[in-house]
């Protein structure tokens, strides 16, 4: 019982949470509200006892928001994405092509015959879905995990221009114009001395 109303109230959520990405007014509400969109997923594929699944999603999501987040931070004109944009464009035929594909899923949940499992499940279903999703690219995947944290690294370094205590590294250096002005100071004293 506890498990249906869990079912519900998570998949209600998921959907009220993704149509809030296309209605707040800003990238840091809308990237947040995404976030919530994948969590109520990812606690949906837990509860239906898709553990490995349920908990990768969750991990990526919020390792994906969260690098999202710091590249708004970073690199966008207005302070971290929370000045207020338009989320939606080309309104009129955006709202048609959404309202066109929903009809044709709903239509083909509805009308589809779906096929009757053959077989029987492996022993161990995380271990076989690790090997269906991983197996012959676990390399490139390893590869490619080690360059993503190249990236941000190198963002991170690049988007910044302070050292390493947060300040500026040449902000106790003197200035030309003032190392002028004492070089001259000082031949006006030893002139004067003269």
Known sequence: MWRDAAFWILAVLSVGTGAAVFVVDSMARATFALLASFLCVGAVLLLIDLHYLGVLVVLMMIMEMLVMAVFMIMYMMNPAGLMPMTMVHNHRNALGISAGVFVLLAGGILTVRWPHREGAPP??????????????????????????????????????????YDQDEHEHEPQPQDAHEHHAHEHHGHGGAA
């Open 123 to 164: 022993a161990d279903p995380t271990r076989a879905l690790g090997e269906a999703l991983m197996g012959p690219k676990m390399l490139v995947m390893m590869v490619i995990g080690l360059a993503i944290l190249a990236t941000m690294i190198a963002s991170v370094v690049l988007a910044t221009h302070r050292g390493r």
